[in-house]
């Protein structure tokens, strides 16, 4: 690290403090000729979007993946590839544009969940089941009830599926 104040290559590290909750590390340095103080941070920088999950492990994020949790919760849903894989591009455009190197497996949840819900009521519920870890019945019923209300105010009645 050269000194930003005479240019020499040669500065040490007089206190050194990582910061409690970014993975970032403050450096107090000092010129060994000049004795200019200055910080310099450090913080790591991944190749790739890197999710944490629930339980605090951190794993890089994969469409594939995110896909394959769709696609489950589609199964036999009138819902085509195209509209799965334009969540799946909506979803990683808005992460990236988020403009961080660590999202929360919730937030993506939150973003899959919102478009699907507007795709199809089931596929929705079905997202929502895995990824929320639903434990309780009622939280389950609490989820389908606001789908089914949601379906109500925009066809006036209940949908019939004929097919
Ligand atoms: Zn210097």
Redesign the pocket.
Known sequence: MH??????EH?HVIDTEPHESDLSVRRRRE??????RFTTYERPMWDALQVKKRDGSIEPFSREKLRGGIERAVEKRPVDESAVSEIVDATEAELQERNTQIVASELIGDLVSERLRAVDGVAYIRFVSVYKAFSEPEEFRRELDAVLDAELDDHGGPETNTS
């Open positions: 000194c930003p104040d005479c240019g020499h500065t010129c060994q000729r000049c004795s200019f």
